[in-house]
């Protein structure tokens, strides 16, 4: 007993040197390896070593993110659930975030690749939460079976068994079965080796910086934030790993198939100023749109309500819970058309900012954006932009030239790097590391033709240079001085 308690006090030891309850700037003296990120080296009593792995990106700062353990530790007693929602941690959560090496700069490891045109990330150990709610896919009242078949579709049930057994999907930290009927208020959680989706290899242009902003032209197929198949292939942690810029707030999102002018604060009370101007519509905001077919001249305005929008060819989303309908205004005039290819070069202006407004809108009007396959688009992208790449362990597949490190890389001589990084790119149980499954899908289209050409927000005004399919239509543009 006193021997596990020495060796419970050394690890809480070398934990808080690692910035266990404290967050410290990484140093260039710390151990990284290429594809694992920074680690530590604990010596044990046998001669062995033991490898601490450190967090790969900051927890969120709310308390606590498990509705249903903070139901049960409450009781039947409201006011004591609402003191826990407030701030109390459950145990298992508390124990978790107290004792877990975590550094504000430590967003680290899995480097990117660049190959075929694409912009990969190495595979690489993480634990992905869903919170179940009856606004989220596939929400309360299915079992584990149904939701491992709807969310991970990729993989057999077999798989889905195992994972469940060994306890890599877990409810509320708990093991559960595949038979459990999931709740509202639940938190499903994934460990996995992951292999993230590809993102288009294209340059990131700053439209503006400043102390309270940063602006950027957002390259298409990339998504704002983490979300689905995609953590660190996202324009957030691109923006953290490869330039620095720390906890950049959110006030509005563009489609990850959708390029152009995106604003980003950098503090809450820039975030809080410009969102005030989103919510009440005081922005002023032009797209540019490639679609099908010959469009109605002049300018005109299409007043239709909203009811649902399309996750999938077959999976919708109302835009309210009780099935009713949004109110969506937006300016359409046409640029220029192009008989060659029976394609019309329009400018939207949107009056208000529903989940693909626009792509609704002009399908609606039967003029669906060029590669828009979920509305209605007939047109497929053949491109070798899409080659799959898949193979991480193969050393001759991958240059040093291929990798972008982000700026807390580090390189350093312990002997143990090798035999980690060949631990973390490779996991023998994983169905994408075998080539049992593949992570893109080469039929999925990585951009649509719908740009965020300019802003006007709050006294500032952006403009993203036009995409290359807008550029043909470039003598048009400045003949009608639409844009």
């Known amino acids: ?113 660049r190959k075929n045109g694409l912009l990969w990330v190495q595979p690489y150990y993480a634990v992905i939460t869903q919170h179940v709610r009856e606004s989220s896919h596939p929400g309360p009242g299915v079992t584990i079976r149904e939701y491992c078949s709807m969310i991970l579709p990729r993989f057999s049930t077999q798989e889905h068994e195992n994972d469940v057994a060994n306890g890599w999907i877990v409810v509320n930290l708990k093991k559960t079965s595949m038979d459990y009927v999931l709740r509202e208020g639940d938190t499903v959680s994934k460990m996995g080796h992951y292999h993230e989706k590809p993102i288009l290899d294209l340059p990131l242009q700053i439209i503006h910086e400043d102390e309270g902003l940063v602006v950027v032209n957002k390259p298409p197929s990339w998504p704002v934030h983490s979300a689905g198949g995609f953590r660190m292939n996202s324009l957030h942690n691109i923006l953290y790993k490869t330039i620095g810029y720390h906890k950049l707030r959110t006030v509005h999102r563009l489609d990850r198939m959708t390029s152009g002018v995106l604003i980003i604060p950098k503090n809450q009370k820039v975030a809080s100023e410009i969102g005030k101007c989103f919510i009440s519509d005081q922005t002023y905001k032009q797209y540019v749109a490639l679609v099908h077919g010959k469009f109605p001249a002049g300018k005109f305005l299409h007043d239709s309500p909203l009811e649902t929008y399309n996750l999938t060819q077959t999976v919708k989303r109302p835009f309210t819970k009780n099935g009713g309908k949004v109110s969506a205004s937006t300016y359409f005039e046409l640029i220029a058309y192009d008989e060659s290819s029976d394609q019309s070069l329009v400018s939207c202006q949107p009056l208000t900012g529903r989940t693909h407004q626009l792509r609704l809108h002009l399908s609606e009007l039967g003029h669906p954006i060029v590669y828009d396959t979920i509305y209605g688009s007939t047109s497929m992208q053949n491109t070798p932009l899409q080659e799959p790449f898949t193979d991480f362990s193969d050393d001759d597949e991958i240059k040093e030239e291929d990798f972008i490190h982000d700026i807390y890389h580090t390189e350093n001589t312990d002997p143990h790097r090798d035999m980690l990084e060949k631990r973390f790119r490779f996991d023998p149980n994983c169905a994408f590391c075998t080539g049992e499954n593949h992570r893109h899908d080469e039929t999925e289209p990585m951009f649509i033709c719908l740009h965020s050409y300019r802003y006007k927000v709050n006294g500032y005004e952006f403009v993203a240079e036009l995409p290359h399919w807008a550029k043909s239509f470039q003598p048009q543009i400045e003949q009608q001085n639409i844009l």
């Open 1 to 113: 007993e006193n021997r596990l308690k020495m060796c419970r006090n050394a690890i809480r030891s070398a934990l808080a040197l690692a910035g266990s309850k404290y967050r410290p700037k990484l140093k260039e003296t710390e151990l990284y390896a290429r594809g694992v990120g920074h680690y530590l080296v604990l010596p044990r009593r046998d001669g062995g070593n033991r490898f601490l792995i450190l967090a790969k990106g900051p927890l969120s700062i709310r308390k606590t993110r498990f509705q249903n353990i903070a139901e049960e530790i409450s009781g039947d007693n409201p006011d004591n659930l609402k003191f826990h929602k407030l701030g109390i941690l459950p145990r298992n959560e508390k124990v978790f975030r107290d004792y877990l090496p975590l550094h504000e700069d430590a967003f680290s490891g899995p480097s990117y690749v």
